[in-house]
Each structure stands twice: as C-alpha cells, then as structure tokens.
C-alpha cells in the first residue's frame, strides 16, 4: 500500500538558522498537504500543493513538490521559538482525498 | 463558530471497559476521520466515513468501533479488545475531496488503568 515516510524525525535547530524536512511516497501522490501540531495542541493545516514542481511560500516557510509528484520538502528559513512543533506531510492517490500521513519530524528550537 | 467539538478532553478508564468518545462537527462537512497518536509514531488512521451510514476500516481498526447516524457526528468506541488502548484521539473532517485540508479536532486524551 501507499506509505508516506518523512526524514529527519527529529530536528534539532538554533535560533537563526535554516532546516529543511523532507517527505517521500512509495507511489505517486495526487496532491500533498503539510501540518503543522504545537506540543500539546492538535494538527493544523498549512498549505496544499497539487502540481508537479510547484513551489509555495508563507513567509519564512517554502514548500515545495517534486517533478514526479513522489516527494516534497518544507524549509524554514530564519527558525523563531515560535516554529517548535511537529510538521507532518500528508498525501493522497485517492480521488476523494483520504490522506495517508507521514510519522512527522519534531523540531525543537534553542535561543 | 464552526469547528468540531470532542469530549471529554481527558478521559480515565478501567481496563476492560468499553468507552465512547465523542466527535460533533457543524462545519458541514461530508467526510470524518478517527486518529490514534502515539508518541513518535504519527497519526494512524483508526475509521473513516465519507456519507452517513457508512463508514470504512482504516490502518488500525481492531478493537475500535463507530457509528455514523448523523452528518455531524461519529462517535468512536474503544472497546475492551482494544489491547493498548491509551492514547491520544483525534477526530478530523473534510469536504470531499479534501482540498482544503483537514480539520482536526483538539482531541480526547485517554488514559486506561
């Protein structure tokens, strides 16, 4: 079956600094969608990328979906305290949407 | 507001016995979804439904049951075959197809002793 697996799983960042999580699917992926959980809260929806290549931005954030619609990457550039959390990457080949998700990468951030 | 109710947020059990948890959503969406999350190990999808009166088993169904009466909401039993049932829940929706996103829940914490 589809699996959606996310590297690294655990990151650990100063303040200041860029990172960079990936997500990797064993089948080709409809769309990707990336979440985002505070420690103690519950997932919230970030963005949807849908077309081969596409490159979306929020702010310090920039997603990106790759040629063949296998993999995709979040990067953060400039990390706050306010980045902390655990981002997951969630895809789907269904033609409804059920997400398969990714096992997420916590990211913890020092001052 | 819309979003989507669960209750309770902690929730302690004894073992062996059987325990609903609540899931009531008024954003009109078609779609529901039950999760487990364990730490370390992501979301796992327990049970889904896409209509009323009908729902489909998802990664981990055994030990777990719902029900889908109504649009707004799907109620999740944890029963006494569930043999690690403590966990974080968390119960989302979606339209169909889900292009917007999930919406989650801010989940029931069960603990069994």
């Known amino acids: 079956g589809q699996q959606v697996m996310q590297i690294p799983q655990y990151q650990h960042v100063q303040e200041g600094e860029d990172f960079t999580t990936y997500c990797n699917s064993s089948?080709?992926?409809?769309?990707i969608q990336w979440y985002k959980q505070r420690p103690g809260g519950h997932p919230v929806f970030l963005i949807q990328?849908?077309?081969?290549?596409e490159v979306k931005k929020q702010k310090r954030l920039t997603f990106q979906f790759g040629e063949a619609k296998k993999n995709s990457s979040l990067h953060i550039t400039a990390t706050q305290t306010t980045d902390v959390g655990t981002y997951f990457c969630?895809?789907?080949?269904?033609?409804?949407?059920?997400?398969?998700f990714g096992a997420g990468t916590q990211v913890v951030v020092t001052p | 507001d819309g979003g989507i109710t669960q209750s309770p947020k902690y929730l302690f059990r004894k073992e062996g016995q059987n325990v609903t948890l609540s899931c009531e959503q008024n954003?009109?969406?078609?779609?529901m979804y039950w999760y487990r999350q364990d730490p370390g190990q992501g979301l796992r999808l327990i049970y889904y439904?896409?209509?009323?009166?009908?729902?489909q088993k998802g990664d981990i169904a055994e030990g777990y049951s719902v029900s889908r009466e109504k649009k707004e909401s799907f109620p999740l039993t944890v029963t006494s075959a569930q043999k690690n049932p403590t966990a974080f829940y968390l119960c989302?929706?979606?339209?169909?197809?889900?292009?917007?996103?999930?919406?989650f829940g801010s989940g029931t914490r069960l603990t069994v002793v």
């Open positions: 989302a929706t979606s339209s169909v197809p889900s292009n917007y996103g999930y919406t």
């Open positions: 089948t080709t992926l409809s769309n």
């Open positions: 990328l849908v077309k081969s290549g």
């Open positions: 969630a895809g789907t080949t269904d033609s409804w949407g059920k997400l398969q």
């Open positions: 954003l009109n969406h078609d779609a």
């Open positions: 439904s896409q209509i009323v009166n009908d729902f």
